[in-house]
């Protein structure tokens, strides 16, 4: 007999209009358009493969991108029909219903112009002319033609991508919006060409047939409708749509990354709340007879289970948690919850944030190298004794795959606690997702083979008389120290976490990286606020979309100021001097002054440890500054070769 589920809601099936959801997890379309032919089964960024193994999604959505990689126009064109045969197959093979999604999106024509509903700039700042009639008909035509092609080349299901920057959006818009006929002026007017697109796809893929839409409740941007234009909508919409995911933001508005603010709601960082569209899903639920699917901010199963159970939403839907971990429904289901890689929720493994410079999970090295790295770990043909120094991100990784191998492994920490720098993870609502991911990373190594001695601080000596067959050194590094006139009258940033109830009044923070800025918004709570960056934009190591999201805090942070440009000359016991982008010295006074400028690998105390055996590997900020991203991909790859 099965055992009960901890997760009954979340895994309940549901029968709409005669197709069996059998639980209320839907796996959210990804691509990375560039990068799509890495591997043979990585149809988008994260491999189909993964998340059909997953096994325990109700539907898995592939992308549109599927014509691409046989340089095709459309995924059921002849030359591309193999492809999307083969992606069909490897969807299904978990048992999840396979979706096709369909793209409700502006043309671009051969003069240069963009399809919009009128004539301007573009949402990218492209020129825009209007859409005839005809261009409308054609659009709404091959929409439709795709989804009667998808129900009879197989698929369990469509859809429909009226969301973000698509044509929905833009003729939603009362600013995009100025036409004068039938689809112009009013709001009715202004749903028209939407909904005689939804009526002929109903028409062409059959009233049985599962249709999700997507949504934005709002586009983030001020051109945007207002979400009671949204729900009008989607109460015209009753009878056409099976499910409405609801979304927010947009895409590409602004046109370039600097100006991607609106994509931040669209993919949520650490600076957006969890389900922050939930508000408005259950407004919907409420407000028409539609069945609801949530996306933005999901990774917990308990938050997922307690909110269909409450009728806020009936699905949720997953986007990057599936990156981070593509078995994430399946542990669900298991109840191994504790066993969930939690997504960082950093973006890196967003083509657009990262701008491609290095797309990668930060969590799961076999993100985008399936084609390399295997599910599970093949046992080591020759048993080493694996020794690691240092118990933060990097070591923990180190150790873990080296102990998955079969290796003997013993892991040596100075401190009484597990963690490294991920410690300053306790404070701070930005953060969670931080020190969610320390502490699985803590429950996996005490669950393993690994011994662990606390309260130890490594020598060369010891490690030598250990006899050790490989070394992972993982020390870490420690604060900077800027040659400025004062230094001595600066706190070390990192110190003030755990504290910051202690201060008050006027506060100076020497650097705007990521420790500077997030301190910052912490402090800002209960004082005044400066940060000070010699780069041109705040938090200069981080991704785009991070950036965005930290901008809109600092936004809405009346007592947090960054200034950028400058650079600290003296610190004094009442503040500090700075030279602005001018060349002009400033008094900024201050009760408290932070350093915040960066970290330094601790490289001689790493070097220390080369000689003791020739398998000795530097990982983590010991050997270069980086990030969990770059710590967890080097323990990783290094342990995986031993």
């Known amino acids: 007999m099965a055992e009960e589920l901890r997760y009954p809601h979340l895994f309940m099936p549901i029968d709409i209009e005669g197709t069996v959801f059998r639980n209320r997890i839907i796996a959210a379309p990804m691509g990375v358009p560039r990068a799509i032919q890495l591997s043979t089964t990585d149809y988008g960024g994260i491999s189909l493969y993964d998340k059909s193994l997953g096994g325990s999604a109700a539907v898995i959505v592939t992308e549109h ?3 691409l990689i046989a340089k095709q126009k459309s995924a059921f064109d002849k030359y591309a029909m193999d492809v999307t045969r083969e992606t069909l197959s490897v969807m299904k093979q978990g048992g999840a219903l396979a979706f096709m999604e369909l793209m409700f999106h502006s043309k671009k024509r051969s003069d240069g112009t963009n399809e919009a509903p009128s004539d301007g700039i573009f949402l990218n700042g492209e020129p825009a002319r209007a859409m005839a009639y005809e261009e409308m008909q054609i659009q709404i035509e091959e929409i439709a033609s795709k989804a009667a092609e998808a129900r009879r080349f197989g698929f369990d299901g469509i859809m429909l991508h009226f969301g973000h920057d698509s044509l929905n959006s833009q003729f939603l818009s009362p600013i995009w919006n100025t036409r004068s006929d039938e689809y112009g002026g009013s709001l009715e007017n202004r749903c028209r060409f939407s909904l005689e697109a939804l009526q002929k796809i109903r028409q062409a893929a059959g009233k049985d047939y599962p249709v999700i839409l997507r949504v934005s409740r709002h586009l983030g941007v001020k051109e945007s409708y207002e979400e009671d234009d949204m729900l009008y909508f989607l109460k015209q919409c009753e009878g056409l749509v099976s499910i409405v995911n609801i979304s927010m933001g947009m895409d590409c508005y602004g046109g370039t990354i ?14 957006t709340p969890r389900m922050h569209n939930l508000a408005f899903c259950e407004r919907v ?6 069945t609801v699917c949530i996306v933005g901010g999901v990774n917990d199963p308990d938050a997922c289970e307690k909110i269909i159970a409450s009728g806020k939403t009936d699905f949720v839907m997953l986007g990057r948690q599936l990156v981070a971990d593509p078995f994430w429904p399946k542990k669900a289901q298991e109840g191994r919850t504790d066993e969930i890689v939690p997504c960082l929720r950093c ?3 967003y083509h657009i944030s990262t701008e491609h410079y290095n797309t990668q999970c930060s969590v799961n090295p076999r993100f985008r190298r399936e084609n390399r790295v295997p599910l599970k770990l093949p046992p080591a043909e020759n048993k080493k004794k694996v020794i690691v120094i240092g118990g933060g991100p990097a070591g923990m990784k180190a150790a873990l795959t080296a102990d998955e191998r079969g290796h003997e492994v013993i892991l040596i920490e100075k401190s009484g606690r597990l963690g490294g720098a991920l410690k300053y993870a306790d404070f701070g609502e930005h953060k969670k997702d931080l020190k969610a991911y320390r502490e699985y990373l803590i429950r996996m190594v005490e669950r393993s083979d690994i011994q662990v001695l606390f309260n130890t601080e490594a020598n060369s000596e010891m490690i030598r008389n250990m006899e050790p067959d490989a070394l992972f050194v993982c020390v870490g590094a420690k604060p900077a120290v800027p040659p400025v006139k004062g ?9 003030a976490y755990g504290k910051q109830e202690t201060y008050s009044g006027r506060i100076a923070i020497i650097g705007g990286g990521a420790i500077g800025c997030e301190l910052g918004i912490e402090l800002a709570e209960s004082c005044d606020v400066t940060v000070i960056e010699m780069a041109s934009l705040p938090v200069p190591k981080e991704n785009w979309l991070y950036r965005h999201g930290f901008m809109r805090v600092l936004k809405e942070t009346p007592n947090l100021k960054v200034l950028t440009e400058c650079r600290v000359k ?3 016991e009442d503040g500090l001097v700075y030279t602005d982008h001018t060349g002009k010295d400033i008094v900024l006074p201050a009760d408290h002054v932070l350093n915040a400028a960066g970290m330094v690998p601790l490289k001689k105390e790493a070097n220390a440890f080369f000689g003791i055996t020739p398998d000795t590997f530097l990982i983590g900020d010991c050997g270069r500054i980086g990030n969990v991203m770059s710590a967890v991909n080097e323990a990783y790859f290094t342990a995986t070769n031993l």
Do not use: M, P, Q, W
């Open 570 to 572: 003296e610190i004094r």
């Open 487 to 495: 230094i001595e009258n600066a706190e070390t940033a990192l110190h």
């Open 258 to 271: 600097d100006r991607y603010e609106a994509n931040g709601y669209a993919h949520s960082t650490v600076f």
């Open 285 to 290: 639920k409420k407000e028409t007879s539609h």
């Open 347 to 349: 973006l890196n493994c």
């Open 65 to 67: 991108y599927l014509a």
